[in-house]
């Protein structure tokens, strides 16, 4: 057995993987970080669209190490794409990154080696390397999702998909802008299209249920008196079911009055962000009669700000099309009164499919529709698509995709049978789309590091995830999602977006805390759950 070069490679430079780096060269493992892109920030390096911006507030959205935010100080409380690609610098500038991270190198292929343990990656620019372990850090939205639309090569306009937006930026300015897709990215590039393009025309099939963002600009004096909080913040945003700081109530729908109800909606509106969905009554997401109070007081939000009544209906329809919250809900700013302006146009593409996209613009069965600039906010192969596209061969020479295409298998949502040495964050039967994204990199990452710790103590070289383990673990994300309200919508939490996709909760939907407690069992128990092997 010839020892390779690497202990870890890790692929990604987003949250998760830059913690991974931090804290896994502290071991004294020879790491090395391998990153698709051309800059730090996972997301915000491709994300970079007009109006990109993200939909957890800080401090709650950036990493809890003291070294990092004592000196950090954010212009809003939701910052925008530019914001964090600075904050990544920032990040580089405390911890001293960059030395371990090889960019524009995006990882291919990855073939299990059992005479050696170790993994030999193979990067698009024919490198390769050997490594004993390989933590995916690839993220949930690596796969981009790009319809299948009859006449997209022909379009004779400008277009792109909002994760793959030109870097150097593409001006709005008079433009005439089409966008498909009314999800968290498109409502953002749609408000933002608004302010200055001539037309925009925005194609919805299904309305999204946006809350109001309630932005605020962050003085250095207002962040300088929350940061003696800070501590108290992050250590609650590990013990909450969301990652976020919200407080979970315990109460249910209709304990309380509906005066009461009306009065606590209002109140969880005017905090903004997620608290309207994250911080409300305990059965929303399992109960359809309370669920439907929440729709409610939602869409007369809605019809408050839309002038005409019937763009408003197709908005925010009297009947929902799908209960509140089990489709992620996105923020908006001035999402809703874009509506009011004579530039912008909705189209219903449940009434008025689309047929083909012409040489000029987007054509529906209604007619066409002219653009010059076409932004497809189509949204991802999430959570799976990412780690499928690498061309991973476990031990049986068979793939990841392979293993996966009759539906997702796990062991905590972290490593798969026939995959020794290999884990991913931030994916599949994990909390990932359920949580906020640095606290998921934190607590999720801690327990990859001290596993990689417990196995350098211990002289182990391999590790694997048994399918016994993994059946257990799927037969329990299913059975919980079956509890819940959100098999009921075609989201891309249960696969649904994706034409031939198989349909299953993608997400651990039992919350942080249930999920943090499997896996410290686990551990304590010796990593129940996976076979543990030394020598070599
Ligand atoms: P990512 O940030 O996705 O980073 C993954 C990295 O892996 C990328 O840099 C990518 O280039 C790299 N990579 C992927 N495949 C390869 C490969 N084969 N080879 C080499 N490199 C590869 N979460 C929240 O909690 N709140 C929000 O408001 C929020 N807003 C979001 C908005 C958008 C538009 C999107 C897409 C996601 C949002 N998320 C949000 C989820 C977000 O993914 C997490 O917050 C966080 O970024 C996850 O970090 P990560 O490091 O796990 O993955």
Known sequence: MSAPEHDVVIVGAGFAGLYQLHHLRKLGLRVTLLEAGTGLGGIWYWNCYPGARVDSHVPLYEYSDEAIWRDWYWDERFPDWQALRRYFEHVDSVWGLRDGIRFETRVSAGTWHEDDRCWELRTDGGNVLRTRYVVLCTGFAAKAYVPDIPGLDGFGGEWSHTAHWPQGGVDLTGRDVAVIGTGASGVQVIQEAARVAEHVTVFQRTPIMALAMQQSRLTREDQDEAKAHYPEIFERRTQTNSGFAYPERGVNTFDVSEAERLETYERLWQEGGFAFWAGGYSDLLLDEKANR??????????????????????????????????????????????????????????????????????????????????????????????????????????????????????????????????????????????????????????????????????????????????????????????????PRADSWYMGANIPGKPREMLNWPGGLQLYLAACREAAAAGYRGFELARGG
């Open 293 to 486: 109070t929440a729709y409610d007081f939602w869409r007369s939000k809605v019809h408050e700000r839309v002038q005409d009544p019937a763009v408003a209906e197709v908005l925010a329809p009297a009947e929902p099309p799908h209960p509140f919250g089990v489709k992620r809900p996105s923020l908006e700013q001035w999402y809703y009164d874009a509506f009011n302006q004579d530039n912008v146009e909705l189209v219903d593409l449940r009434a008025t499919p689309i047929e083909a996209l012409t040489d000029t613009g987007v054509r529906t069965t209604a007619g066409e529709h002219p653009c010059d600039l076409l932004v497809l906010a189509t949204g991802f192969d999430a959570v799976t698509g990412g780690l499928v596209s690498i061309d991973l061969r476990g031990t049986d020479g068979k793939t990841l995709r392979h293993h996966w295409a009759r539906g997702v298998r796990t062991h905590l949502g972290l490593a798969s049978h026939g995959f020794p040495n290999l884990v991913y964050l931030y994916g599949p039967q994990s909390p990932s789309g359920f949580c906020n994204g640095p606290t998921c990199a934190e607590v999720q990452g801690d327990w990859v590091v001290d596993l990689l710790a417990h196995l350098r103590d211990t002289g182990t070289t391999r590790i694997e995830a048994t399918s016994e383990a993994e059946e257990e673990w799927r037969g329990m994300v299913h059975g919980i999602a079956e509890m819940t309200l959100f």
